[in-house]
């Protein structure tokens, strides 16, 4: 018997990954974040006399009887994360009481909802001499931050921001950024990344603001603030630059 954390992906059911579906036709029991994750993003793979379950208004007490049911009956468990299950998946709880009772488990990790929202749209976040950091973080809400990861810190390196959780905070985060960022400095909001409900809305940290409250995106959104979203004139790249040197393509002298 084992627990399988596996990544679902963004929302798209073809952005699992072929070992996660592979995982999910075979086990018994299914658990999922419904919060997150559609029923329809497994549900094609999952087999026809699977026990599904939706975690989301579970306690981890609750979540971690159902996996013990399916342990005292050997039955694999899919446990469905949406993303990747390392980032804001709260999979370190399950995995200690699973490494207490001395349960086997193994992560399958998924396409996150970060690169998803950046594909949709349309940018890389590493551009070479503008930046090449990504700081994945959240805005300070009921969770707090550790010191040293207060958002205002963090803005100072102008390396690419991806917030997580973070949409209700957007006028206190704007409010933040300003004094480091300047009005004009590029954001990003990204609503339900590879969906049919996806939504993008662009500007600029002085403008987001007016122009989200006329939206109805208050929730599954991932912020991305960085001058990679506006940049046109950046440095290329020196891994394609005909002049430049690597293990696989070597001066031909
Ligand atoms: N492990 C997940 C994140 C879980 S935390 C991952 O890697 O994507 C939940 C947060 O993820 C949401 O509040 C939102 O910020 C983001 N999120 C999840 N799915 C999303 C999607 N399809 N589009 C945009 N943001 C999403």
Known sequence: MKVYFIGA???????????AVRIIEKCPVILYTGSLVPKEVFNLYARKDA???????????????????????????A?????????YGAIAEQIRELEKKQIDYEIIPGVSSFTAAACSLKKELTLPELTQTIIITRMEGRTPMPEKEK???LAKHESTLVLFLSINLLPKIV???????????????????????????????????EKWKQTKIRSQSIIIISKVLE????????????????????RLV
């Open 151 to 153: 958002l205002k810190d």
């Open 231 to 250: 940049a046109k004139d950046f440095a290329a790249s020196r891994l394609y630059d005909k002049n430049f040197f690597h293990k696989f393509r070597k």
């Open 175 to 209: 409010e933040e950024l300003i004094p480091i960022l300047g009005e004009d400095f590029p954001i990003a909001i990204v609503y339900k990344a590879s969906t049919s409900e996806e939504e993008i809305l662009t500007g600029t940290l002085g403008n987001i603001v």
């Open 79 to 87: 446990r469905i994360h949406t993303g990747d299950p390392t980032i």
């Open 9 to 19: 992906g963004p929302g798209d059911p073809e952005l699992l990954t072929l070992k």
């Open 51 to 77: 026990e599904i379950y939706d975690t989301a208004s579970m306690t981890l007490e609750e979540i971690m009887d159902k996996i013990l049911y399916a342990y005292n009956k050997n039955l694999d468990v």
